[in-house]
């Protein structure tokens, strides 16, 4: 690996946010985190994020709203979404958008991991 | 002759009797103009033709009986002059002089009484078509008006006056038998078709005790209309229960003109009024209402929990995360004790919020009582943001609260106060989610109006009320929401009204919708 894993963490819960980023150390990731989405948009070295773990529900532009803006760009990093709010359309539109996966919610750590493992196993 | 008669006469008797009456006059006249002419009888004969007259005023008019008297002077002095010549002497002018006064005196006071006849006739008929416009009001009016003697129940109760009876209430608890008695001494003395029409056929049956029928003798209204006499008020009005004739219960508003005069207390008027529809009808209002209010109550308690469940989600889903990571930390070789720690530590932490969030729902439930208290407005409003934080933040609403000026506490039923804050900052946060311009803001503005009224204005920036709407807006099931039931601003306005507040919405002149609570700052309804 020519760089250690980055992931970033855009959640306006700053319990939730700390509680993630130590669970991705814990796996030997490194990990940026952000409380909006503007945040992010704001941050300049986007280039070296590898996966993206981000709530739908926050003030200002929403995950999804996040997602629509990243596609337009070239640097598409792999988006875990994870909501409080399981409604199907939302769902939809994340997984219309290209998001790698959809998470409710307390978010299961098992499925969240395997999810993260697969996103950032390089594609062959 | 008898045709030129009728013009002198009143026409009030038959004319056969007139007739009779002005020939016996004429033959007594005739009889004493003879006696006083040409007998040698000493006295005042002519004194005698008053008899004339005062049989003559029965019968003929005002003037022909002025004609009659001067006719009778004339032939009183035509006799004097026959037989006493031109030097009569003191005794014959003397009688002359007494019977010519006697005639003046009698033909006036004749006179006078003719005048008081004709005035006791004008007013008798004038209070004979008064009594009759009245019969006719009490007859056709649409009021059941009900005719009482209350004669011997006033002296009755002018005599517990006396002995020292001042409130009746007090005396019929003392006396359990006082207020039939009273009621026994009340009888019907007419009825009119509206009354028979409330109360039944035999509203109008007189004698003692046909009270007790209609009216139960613990009856309230009946001691404060006892009470009312007893002090000597000149109106009562009341709201009583008659049972009918067919054993009906009707709610009647009663109004009774009490009399200055205690002789007319034989005949006093009670006007009725059914409101037992209207009663029944304000009954059903005011349930409606009320369920309104516990609906409303009940979907504030649903946000309350779907926020809540949003809250906790937070900080137990952070500690689900930390736990795990934990343990992960542990599972490695050899352990890492430090990232250990700091996992256990954010579970603390995260455990004391989720804590904390259920300690002050708990509180804010506690507070879910419908009892006054003092409430501290910038705590309440506090508060209440911070339950409204979930969809503040959702929508991304800032809310601005202007803390002008030291704010006296109000006494008011806190939860109420609260849903109308939460109905109305629901409502600008809605009116807002239209608007694309940022930032969205409510401000909150609490300031003392005078020195009785606080005035609490929850402002948006949204596209503020459309012209069409400002008169429907407290309106109920008035909305503008595609899932509105519209209810919320009017139950609002009726909460407030009923502690003596208000709510008023207008728009503001740089935009934005402006709904303004004003509230006593004396609890008036305590």
Known sequence: MSHTTTIAIVDDDQAIREALDDLVQSCGYDSVLFASAEEYLAYDKREAIDCMLVDVKMPGLSGIELQAVLNKEQHKPPMIFMTSYRDDRTRAAAMDGGAFAFLGKPVDINKLLGFLESALRPVN | MVAGAGAFLRGQGSLQHDLVIGLIALILLLTVFYVDAFTKIEGAIAVLYVIALLLLSEVVTRRALMAMAILCAALAIFAFLFSHGIDPGI????????????????????????TFRSELLASNAALRESEGRYRSIFDNTKVALWEHDYSRVRSHLMELKLQGVTDLRVHVRSNPGAA????????????????????????????????????????????????????????????????????????????????????????????????????????????AQA?????????????????????LNQPLGAIGVNAQTLLRWLDRDPPDLAAVRKSAERI?????????????????????????????????????????EHDLQRDAVVVDIHRNTRIPSVKTVRIELQQVLINLMTNAVQAM?????????????????????????????????????????????????????????????????ARGGKLEGYNHPEGGAVFEITLPLEDLHE
């Open chain 2, 91 to 114: 005794q014959p002018t003397l009688r002359l002089t007494v019977s010519l006064a006697a005639l003046a005196i009698t033909t006036a006071l004749l006179l006078r009484n003719d």
């Open chain 2, 433 to 497: 989610s239209s608007v694309d311009a940022a930032p969205r803001t409510i401000v909150i503005d609490v300031a003392p109006r005078t020195d009785e009224i606080v005035s609490i204005v929850v402002r948006d920036n949204g596209p503020g009320i459309a012209a069409d709407a400002r008169d429907k807006v407290f309106a109920p099931f008035y909305t503008t929401k595609a899932s509105g039931m519209g209810m919320g601003l009017s139950i609002c306005r009726s909460t407030l009204e």
């Open chain 2, 348 to 388: 603390i932490r995260d455990g004391q919020r989720a804590s904390d969030i259920i300690q002050n729902t708990r509180s804010m439930l506690t507070q879910n009582t419908n009892e006054s208290e003092w409430i501290d407005l910038y705590a309440l409003i506090d508060e209440t943001t911070r339950l409204m």
């Open chain 2, 291 to 311: 369920e309104l209010t516990r609906a409303a109550r009940a979907a504030t308690v649903g946000a309350l929990s779907a926020s809540l469940a949003h809250e």
């Open chain 2, 180 to 287: 039939t008695q009273c009621m026994d001494m009340i009888s019907t003395v007419a009825a009119n078709e509206a009354a028979y029409e409330l109360l039944g056929p035999h509203a109008g049956d007189g004698g003692p005790g046909t009270l007790r029928r209609y009216v139960a003798s613990d009856d309230e209204t009946f001691i404060d209309l006892m009470q009312a006499i007893l002090d000597g008020a000149e109106h009562f009005e009341g709201k009583g229960t008659v049972t009918t004739d067919g054993g009906e219960k009707r709610l009647v508003l009663l109004s009774i003109g009490l009399p200055d005069d205690a002789s007319t207390f034989n005949r006093v008027v009670v006007g009725m009024i059914d409101i037992t529809q209207r009663e029944m009808t304000q009954k059903a209002l005011n349930e």
